[in-house]
Structures are given as structure tokens and as C-alpha cells.
């Protein structure tokens, strides 16, 4: 499977870069991470479009999967305290928005 840096960089649209540098910071953030379950967002992430870019899932499927994992992220975040409550929404929403709104369609 390729590897999320050589896919990101594949994509060539300078209007990116800024957005791409961003995802790429949250990815690497949230692979970091000491909360078991943003560590497994910021893999799923990073492992479906991957696919996606191989050519294994379209872009509606990638879309459904990172839909779904915001969903999951939404009720696992009313399960946090208030502190880890904000610090989840920020990384994990922004980096599946990111993925979702902006990414899947370049790839």
C-alpha cells in the first residue's frame, strides 16, 4: 500500500499545499496521540485513501467510511472529559473534514 506522504505529494494543485501540510501535521498528531481511539482515526484515515488512491475503494466508498468514523468520533467525544472533549473535536474533526471536503477528490 502507499505510504500517505508519497500520495499527498502526488498532488500537484499548488492551491493545496496549505492544506495539505495542514492534514499532514494533524495525521501525524493524531498517530501520536495518547487516546487509543485517535490513533485508530488517524490510521483509518490515512489507510482509505490510501486505497482510495490504489484504486481498492472509489471516492463515494471513502467518503461513506470517513462520514461514518466522524459519526463515531462525535459519540466517543460525549463520552470525554471537557479537556479531552475539545482537543479530540479539533484534531479528529478537522482531519476527517480535511480528508473528506478537500482530499478524496484529489487523489
Not at 15 to 23: Q, R, Y
Amino acid at each position: 500500500m502507499k505510504d500517505i506522504e508519497t500520495i499527498l505529494d502526488s498532488i500537484k494543485d499548488k492551491s493545496l499545499d496549505e492544506i495539505k501540510k495542514e492534514f499532514k501535521e494533524l495525521l501525524e498528531t493524531g498517530k501520536k496521540d495518547s487516546t487509543d481511539f485517535v490513533k485508530e482515526c488517524a490510521a483509518n484515515t490515512a489507510r482509505w485513501l490510501a486505497m482510495k488512491a490504489e484504486g481498492q475503494l472509489t471516492e463515494e466508498e471513502v467518503k461513506s467510511l470517513l462520514k461514518s468514523q466522524k459519526k463515531i468520533a462525535q459519540i466517543f467525544v460525549n463520552t470525554q472529559s471537557i479537556a479531552a472533549r475539545a482537543r479530540i473535536q479539533k484534531l479528529v474533526y478537522r482531519l476527517l473534514d480535511i480528508a473528506i471536503d478537500v482530499l478524496i477528490a484529489s487523489i
